[in-house]
């Protein structure tokens, strides 16, 4: 049953929510003002949060901002008020705030903004935890590796393939309380001041998707940890396992990678461990099922196995899709063979082409200009050489068209034209 914590300080509207909610299945906390939601907040963690902004003794916002810095923000939170502003609305939902609910609400339009929120939460812990499900050897040692470096403060950079949920993985390692502080490249400079002040205190600083990081950032990011080394503060990147190459070619400095990667820790990809996907895709079943509150339904055992011998260049994400897509095109409660195989070729399709997968090991002009090669054959074949439908499709002008399969090294002639 989700526990939802309801913090306003009219006893009426404590009273009003509590019932609505308790009837549709919810199990609701009552607190009527900020130390009191201070309180269950230390204690437990609920599913969800619904937060007048204004209060007495500590308003809405400035409460959403200490759950934030204390690293407390880890469910998502449904502002409200009887006269809110635009300008309000988007102040909380920058600062984490699910989403913004002006009084009064319709309790049509309050349900569904709560199952919203909560169906986003679970997908995303649901993600977070498939990485680190399975039997296999390879997840065995990768849970016993998270586990190890749960108690330590020593800087990990995550490697991982597109669709192994990286970000998640460095969530796990968040010491719980401490405050969490997330840079990306584009944080340069604007947003940098402001948030290495929040890392002054303490806590996790993530540096996410560091193989984006421009050399002038790169230099930035440095120095920076060069003077922090002795403060305390837990450091976590994420990047894609070709960094390495970029390194090779001087495109990422090296001296900041050995700053990030004290400890390397590398998500192991599906294919690796192909034993797993059956319980995988089942979990990804079974909750889907639960989410929508549809029929159960089931995948057959060869339906299993043909999940198994799949292809999953884009790893866990790309499982997700096509379970989903499978319950949803499925016509009986068995998911047969049939049925997954027609999902996995589509699935396949537009991860592959020719046998060619996508280069994730290459520098991003050259891996774009690959894709972008698989993706104009791919269509070109399927419109029977035809630019007239392949530009209707892409959104490519004719004439550029023209010239971009001609500096992609595409034959047009070959192909039969309408």
């Known amino acids: 049953m989700k526990q939802i914590l309801v913090v306003d300080d009219e006893g009426g509207i404590r009273e009003l929510l509590s019932e609505i909610l308790m009837e549709e299945g919810y199990q ?103 990485s680190l499900v399975g039997g296999s050897t390879k997840v065995q040692r990768f849970r016993a590796q998270v586990e190890k470096l749960k108690s330590n403060r020593t800087s990990v950079l995550i490697l991982a393939e597109p669709g192994l949920q990286a970000n998640e993985i460095a969530k796990e390692l968040h010491p719980a309380g401490e405050p969490w502080i997330e840079l990306i490249n584009s944080d340069y400079p604007e ?11 303490g806590g996790v600083l993530y540096f996410r998707d560091v193989h984006h990081f421009n050399p002038s950032n790169q230099k930035i990011i440095k120095h920076y940890l060069n003077d922090i080394q002795s403060s305390g503060l837990r450091v976590i990147g994420s990047s894609l396992d070709s960094i390495s190459s970029l390194i090779a070619k001087g495109e990422f400095d090296a001296e900041l990678y050995s700053l990030l990667a004290e400890v390397l820790l590398v998500v192991p990809t599906l294919r690796s461990r192909p034993e797993d996907i059956p319980e995988l895709a089942s979990i990804i079943l079974e909750r889907e099922i639960e989410m929508r509150e549809i029929r159960a339904k089931r995948f057959s055992t060869a339906a299993l196995n043909a999940l198994r011998n799949g292809f999953w260049p884009g790893n866990i994400v790309q499982l997700e899709a096509v379970v989903k897509t499978s319950l949803q095109l499925a016509t009986g409660e068995l998911i047969d063979l049939g049925e997954v195989e027609d999902v996995l070729e589509k699935s396949s399709n537009s991860l592959s082409y020719l046998g060619q997968t996508l280069p994730f090991d290459l520098g991003l002009k050259e891996a774009r200009e690959i894709f972008e090669k698989m993706y104009f054959e791919y269509h070109l074949d399927n419109e029977k050489g035809s630019i007239t439908k392949v530009s209707a499709l892409t959104g490519v002008e004719r004439t550029h068209l023209y010239r971009k399969l001609k500096n992609l090294g595409i034959n047009v002639n070959r192909r039969s034209t309408k």
Do not use: C, Y
């Open 28 to 130: 609701v906390l009552l607190a009527n003002n900020a130390e009191d939601a201070r309180k269950i907040r230390r204690e437990i963690r609920p599913d969800l949060v619904l937060l007048d902004i204004w209060m007495p003794d500590t308003d809405g916002i400035t409460l959403l901002k200490e759950w934030g810095a204390r690293g407390q923000l880890s469910m998502p939170v449904i502002m409200m008020s009887g006269h809110g502003t635009i300008d309000t609305a988007v102040e909380a939902t920058k600062i984490g705030a699910h989403t913004f609910l002006e009084k009064p609400f319709a309790v049509r339009k309050l349900l569904t903004v709560v199952s919203s929120a909560l169906h986003k939460q679970t997908e995303t812990e649901m993600r977070s935890m498939l």
């Open 191 to 201: 947003n940098w001041k402001v948030k290495s002040k929040k890392a002054n205190t």
